[in-house]
């Protein structure tokens, strides 16, 4: 996953072998407060839904996100290097809380360009529609999945703050105006 400037991303992640990643409120407070000190600085923050054993975040990479530097072997960028230190420390932290070992996420974390033309001509769809599907794939997850009957019922989705009923320091208040006009 390399994330280049001024495109959108759809970034997702499971749990290993489908398992959960969060039993309890506060893992997934810690999780977004990882999301916020390692990612969100780097990339506006469209909207994101936490699901027991998943996580989606749209998100926009503007000049923030600068050249892909090489890191070891790799060539890397701020916003995936901070999805891998986010991964890595909610793991760690989670392993220990757990008295547990070894992976918790599936060992890649896999985007999708919604900006990228090879992307839009394979969808057939525009970019304003790719982006308006992505987002409400999104937000409707929990109901997909069972959790709820009304996306705005679900709490650990951005849903609510884009209508207004919660804040948040991460959620871009000019793309929800922008979307929903």
């Known amino acids: 996953m390399n994330v280049l400037p001024k495109n959108r991303y759809h970034v997702y992640n499971q749990g290993n072998n489908n398992k959960r990643l969060f039993n309890k409120d506060n893992h997934y407070h810690f999780l977004l407060e990882l999301f916020q000190a390692y990612i969100s600085h780097y990339c506006d923050t469209i909207c ?4 027991p054993n998943h996580f989606h975040f749209l998100v926009h990479n503007d000049t923030r996100v600068p050249e892909i530097k090489k890191q070891g072997g790799l060539l890397i960028d701020p916003v995936n290097n901070g999805f891998r230190k986010l991964l890595r420390a909610y793991s760690h932290t989670y392993n220990l809380q757990n ?3 070894g992976a918790l996420f599936r060992p890649k974390t896999k985007s999708k360009c919604l900006t990228n033309e090879a992307a839009l001509a394979e969808t057939g769809l525009s970019d304003t529609a790719y982006f308006t599907k992505c987002f409400h794939y999104i937000h409707n997850n929990p109901v997909a999945v069972g959790l709820v009957t009304q996306p705005e019922e679900w709490k650990w989705s951005s849903l609510r703050l884009t209508l207004g009923k919660e804040r948040t ?3 871009i208040k000019n793309w929800r105006i922008n979307f929903l006009g």
């Open 48 to 51: 994101w839904c936490l699901i």
């Open 99 to 101: 008295d547990r070992t």
């Open 169 to 171: 320091p991460f959620v």
